[in-house]
């Protein structure tokens, strides 16, 4: 699945179908302009309902557009005081406004009531408005001489069809009424043209943003693959040594060409210019063309991007790093006869923070010059500001060697070399913070010397004392190993004997168990790593423990997997798997189930081993695994508290983790080691 998804093959399909998506979706638009464009009447604009269709609006606010058209005329043509007179007479005034309304009877299904000062204009022989306001749509006006304004609609309208409210000084000291209604025969016409051009677009929506949302996914699938095989290695073409900036003026110039194309190709259709073949089969091809620019210049981007290479080829990046090679050269030229020259170069243009500074400051001064040109006009300026700001930015690069010596400094001593010192710092503040710093490498530098000197002294006591028990020990185990066996010794003294040998063994394993924490812990012991199969050691630790767990009563429940291998020291795992079974036995409760399993997870081996303790566990899962710390610190006999120090000490040497889990009454011992 994986290669399939990395095909180039694939890939291609991919980019050959998002661009069929693109075209199509291109394609809809312009079908959809095309089929809304080409009905007589546009009707649908995006309205919730019919009911508040703007071309009925427009339809109702014709006939107080053309008397308003009309008073407005009469207006500019003859002055206030002719208007009066016109008005007064009536025929040219009266003669214009039923030319005007018998023209709009000629386009719209409409009926009109208009009485103006008494003259009365309809088409429906209507002797009051209110007898055409029974219409589903219908508007009505009225102005007394008062002044006073009467309006009613049954749809909303804009406020630029009010035409009247707009002309108050014109139509001054007139009585003024207008009323308009639509045909219902020209509604329900309306109605239905309404319906199926929203239908249209609709749909047309719906399905030019599916070719949208695929075209989307298919493109996101390909800046995730592109530039990637299915070893995920990044591969970059020929197209991406291509200078980034002329990508860029790609996608630019061909996304606003490609619209403009489409815009003017569909004007001139409107205008009857360009036939509809022409504009489908143009759009078309130029939708195609251009999208297969744009894409192949985006998924070159995304490959400049994930090979690193989207800055190195740019031409702002040359013409940045040109410059910034001239100036090393002059400033090398400079200073190549004086003493300072190798300070410089050394302390200051091959130092990050340095040249960081000095870019900054550079375009800094840029900057200002260039807003220094245009504001004052003048050359000098310019040049001033740059040499200004150049010395401004070669005081503070030569300052930047401080922050780098303390960056220095700081470093050494986070890995590891405390007795490095700061020195030859300029700056009274960063000189304070060079200071801070040496006495923190001189205060950590004690610290460790102590520290290791204690342990150090640790180990060795504990080494010596492990080997001074040693001799009398096996001393006084012959000895009690030879009375024992001494015929007619009595009973009471045969049991002292017992008790000698137990205690004496005990203190024996003791002895070898602090040798054994003291020698890991010190870095002496020694690991002779193998390649290890962990169900095998596991078999191998319960069958050496066997005796121990039946006597334990526990039901050791065992499950491994096959074929995990790990790379460890065969008896130091046998001694790590011993102290955990022999730790089980020790502090699980009676009658309960122990579960030792070894599995893989994410590439390592992990072996667990889990028991329900016989007691409340008030310890720390990170404190149980130190030396001398038991579980249970009511128990005088059986463990000595170093079992689990030395299993985590064995398996950490060993390059393994171990870790302790506590959950409740579940403990939980984990040993994980990486597979091989």
Not at 443 to 470: F, P, R, Y
Not at 663 to 668: E, H, P, Q, S, V
């Amino acid at each position: 699945m994986k290669r399939f998804v990395y095909s180039s093959y694939t890939k291609v399909v991919a980019v050959i179908i998002f661009i069929t998506f693109v075209t199509m979706a291109v394609l809809g638009v312009i079908n959809e302009f095309v089929k809304y464009f080409d009905g007589e009447y546009h009707m649908y604009s995006f309205e919730d309902s019919f009911e508040k269709s703007h071309h009925m609006s427009a339809v109702l606010s014709e006939v107080e557009s053309a008397i308003c058209s009309t008073y407005y005329r009469f207006h500019l043509e003859n002055g206030d005081n002719d208007r009066k007179r016109e008005l007064l007479d009536g025929r040219n005034f009266v003669n214009s406004i039923a030319h005007e309304l018998e023209h709009l009877t000629s386009y719209y299904k409409i009926r009109y009531y208009v009485s103006i000062n008494g003259k009365v204009f309809t088409n429906c022989n209507a002797q009051r408005a209110e007898e055409i306001k029974n219409g589903r749509f219908y508007r009505y006006y009225e102005r007394n001489m008062d002044g006073s304004q009467i309006r009613e609609e049954t749809i909303p309208v804009p406020y630029y069809f009010n035409s009247m409210e707009q002309m108050t000084d014109i139509i001054k000291n007139d009585e003024i009424v207008i009323c308009t209604s639509i045909n219902e025969d020209y509604v329900v016409e309306c109605e239905k043209l309404w319906l199926e051009q929203s239908m249209l677009v609709k749909n047309g929506i719906i399905k030019v943003f599916s070719y949208i949302i695929c075209a989307l996914l298919l493109f996101v699938y390909l800046i995730c693959t592109i530039g990637k095989n299915a070893d995920g290695e990044i591969n970059p073409m020929w197209v991406d040594n291509i200078w980034t900036e002329v990508h860029l003026a790609i996608i630019g110039f061909v996304g606003v060409f490609a619209v403009a194309l489409c815009v003017i190709l569909f004007d001139g259709y409107q205008r009857g210019y360009v036939p509809r073949y022409i504009l489908r089969m143009s759009t078309g091809i130029a939708a195609t063309i251009g999208s297969a620019l744009i894409l192949n210049s985006l998924l070159s981007m995304v490959r400049k991007i994930k090979c690193r290479m989207f800055i190195s080829t740019s031409i702002v990046c040359i013409i940045v790093t040109f410059v910034w090679e001239f100036l090393v050269k002059v400033l090398k030229w400079m200073f190549e006869k004086t003493k300072a020259y190798k300070r410089f170069m050394s302390g200051v243009l091959f130092k990050k923070t340095a040249r960081m500074l000095v870019v900054m400051l550079f375009v800094y001064t840029a900057l200002v010059g260039i807003f220094g040109l245009f504001l004052l006009e003048s050359i000098a300026t310019f040049f001033l500001t740059l040499l200004l700001f150049g010395a401004a930015a070669f005081v503070v690069a030569y300052r930047a060697q401080d922050i780098d010596k303390i960056k220095k400094g700081a470093e050494e001593i986070r890995t590891g070399n405390l007795s490095y010192k700061i020195t030859d710092i300029k700056s009274e503040d960063m000189k304070i913070l060079a200071e801070n710093i040496n006495e923190i490498g001189d205060g950590l530098n004690k610290s460790v010397s102590a520290k290791l000197k204690a342990e150090k002294l640790k180990t060795e006591l504990i080494t010596n004392v492990s080997h001074d028990l040693k001799t009398p020990l096996t001393s006084i185990i012959s000895y009690t190993e030879l009375l024992s066996g001494v015929d007619g010794l009595a009973d009471e003294a045969k049991d002292y004997v017992a008790i000698i040998a137990k205690k004496s063994q005990k203190l024996k394993n003791l002895t070898q168990d602090l040798f054994d924490v003291s020698k890991v812990q010190s870095g002496t012991e020694s690991f002779n790593l193998e390649k290890l199969d962990s169900a095998l050691l596991v078999s191998q630790a319960m069958g050496e423990n066997d005796n121990e767990i039946q006597k334990s009563g526990l039901q050791f429940l065992v499950k491994t997997e096959k074929d995990l291998y790990i790379s460890a020291d065969g008896r130091k795992m046998s001694r790590v798997l011993g102290n955990l079974i022999d730790n089980a036995i020790k502090y699980s409760m009676k009658n309960t189930r122990v579960f030792f399993t070894a599995y893989e997870d994410r590439g390592q081996v992990l072996i667990e081993i889990k028991n329900i303790a016989a007691y409340e566990m008030e310890f720390d899962a990170d404190e149980i695994t130190c030396r001398f710390v038991r579980g249970d610190e009511a128990r005088t006999d059986g463990g000595n508290g170093l079992g689990l120090a030395i299993a985590k000490g064995y398996v950490e040497a060993m390059g393994g983790s171990f870790d302790i889990i506590i959950d409740g009454d579940l403990f939980k011992a984990v040993i994980c080691f990486d597979k091989v």
